[in-house]
Nanobody
Framework: QVQLVESGGGLVQAGRSMRLSCVAS????????MGWYRQAPGKQRELVSR???????NYADSVKGRFSISRDDTKTTVYLQMNSLKPEDTAVYYC??????????????WGRGTQVTVSS
């Protein structure tokens, strides 16, 4: 089991920056990748950015050049630095952990989400 707790959301003006944090606990050794997804009202949840155990990253086209994912040395905390925020970035942001164990196979874990609202 992996538990994820997000923090750092809130209200921000367009053009400003915000950083989200996600702390993982539990079976962190089973985590292969962590990432951030977001879901805006009336839309499907979409991948924002992801970082693998080896450090490879990927980003949605809509955030490339503006958002940056990173993690701490213990690999238990993942950050999403969001710059040049736009109103269309408004959504609930969810932290995700992709884990694998031989006992239970592959599992996806989710945080409760943190609201990010960008005002124009």
């Amino acid at each position: 089991q992996v538990q994820l707790v997000e923090s750092g959301g809130g209200l921000v003006q367009a053009g400003r920056s915000m950083r989200l944090s996600c702390v993982a606990s539990g079976s962190i050794g089973s985590i292969n990748a962590m990432g951030w997804y977001r879901q805006a009202p009336g839309k499907q949840r979409e991948l924002v950015s992801r970082i693998t155990r080896g450090g490879s990253t990927n980003y949605a086209d809509s955030v490339k050049g503006r958002f940056s994912i990173s993690r701490d040395d213990t690999k238990t905390t993942v950050y999403l630095q969001m710059n040049s925020l736009k109103p269309e970035d408004t959504a609930v942001y969810y932290c995700n952990a992709d884990s694998f164990t031989f006992q239970s196979g592959r599992n996806d874990y989710w945080g409760r989400g943190t609201q990010v609202t960008v005002s124009s």
